[in-house]
């Protein structure tokens, strides 16, 4: 049974930082694909980072490159984001997701609906 816990959120000044967390439990060595969604009041879930097989982060979204870090750790049971120069536009439930078996980071998911696990959310709040 895979389950994905978030955990870090809150509220913060804008030009703050946070740092999420996503630990995955249930997930063996084919749970090779994690990513960070977030979404806003009236807004659709949008993906912001990705990484493949714990290595080099394959994507950010331009809203959040260079200011977000994701990184996995050795065991690739648990997902960051490290959030730094918060804007209010940051304001948003943020979400981790998990697949298994992705070939490549070029096959990572963009959709959400693409993802098989997800974890309930974190709210992060800027003013």
């Known amino acids: 049974h895979v389950q994905l816990v978030e955990s870090g959120g809150g509220s913060v000044q804008a030009g703050g930082s946070l740092r999420l967390s996503c630990a995955a439990s249930?997930?063996?060595?084919?749970?090779?694909?994690m990513t960070w969604f977030r979404q806003a009041p009236g807004k659709p879930r949008e993906g912001i980072a990705r990484?493949?097989?714990?290595?080099?982060?394959?994507y950010y979204a331009v809203s959040v490159q260079g200011r977000f870090i994701i990184s996995q750790d050795d065991a690739k049971n648990t997902v960051s984001l490290q959030m730094n120069d918060l804007r209010p536009e940051d304001t948003a439930v943020y979400y981790c997701?998990?697949?298994?078996?992705?070939?490549?980071?070029?096959?990572?998911?963009?959709?959400?609906?693409?993802?098989?696990?997800w974890g309930q959310g974190t709210q992060v709040t800027v003013s």
């Open positions: 249930g997930v063996d060595d084919s749970w090779n694909a």
């Open positions: 990484i493949w097989s714990g290595k080099s982060p394959t």
């Open positions: 997701a998990a697949k298994p078996r992705v070939s490549s980071a070029y096959n990572c998911p963009r959709s959400s609906n693409e993802w098989n696990y």
